[in-house]
């Protein structure tokens, strides 16, 4: 089951977020963050992001590129998953597609098809691996300005990524100041 969770800036997306994993009834519960901690604004929202999580029990995965390539440990530590094993007793949450589509665009880099494949491709093979992945977007082209060619290829490509995963997503919800709105199928 994959679920596609966007909103704007501290809407409250990430707090629902986990609350859809928390509810999910997985014993076994992943945090996919795409995150690169940099400078003393990322590392504050990444500390506030670790707080929210704590006594959740979640096993912390840092994957900021190549999503495709991630296999999650079995536990903890352990030894990966293979392609073809799947956690039934197992969610994910993939905080955040803002920051993942930044990476490969910037860091890793390709045509617009290419990187899209890529991010898309990764989170299919990641819904692979568990019963549940919840994955959290932002809505970041709301604002009506226009920025240099590089940012807006960035709103683009976001773009084309959240509309490829509310097609693949079995439940859409967008949360608007701490408030799930079901888009497509049913809310918790």
Known sequence: MLHLIFGGSDSGKSAYAERCVMESGSPVRYYVATMKAEGEEGRRRV???RRM???KHF???ECGSRLEELRLPVSGEESALTHAEKRTDAAALLECMTNL???E??????TDETIVERIVGGVGRLCAQVQ??????GD????GVLYDEPVMRYIRLLGMVNQRLAQMAD???EVVYGIPIAIKGRQI
């Open 171 to 173: 439940q859409v919800t």
């Open 59 to 61: 096993i912390t995965v």
């Open 47 to 49: 500390q506030r992001h």
């Open 101 to 103: 589509t930044a990476n």
């Open 140 to 143: 970041v082209s709301a604002d």
């Open 105 to 110: 665009q910037f860091d890793v880099g390709g």
């Open 132 to 137: 549940t992945l919840v994955v959290v977007t």
């Open 53 to 55: 999580r704590e006594g």
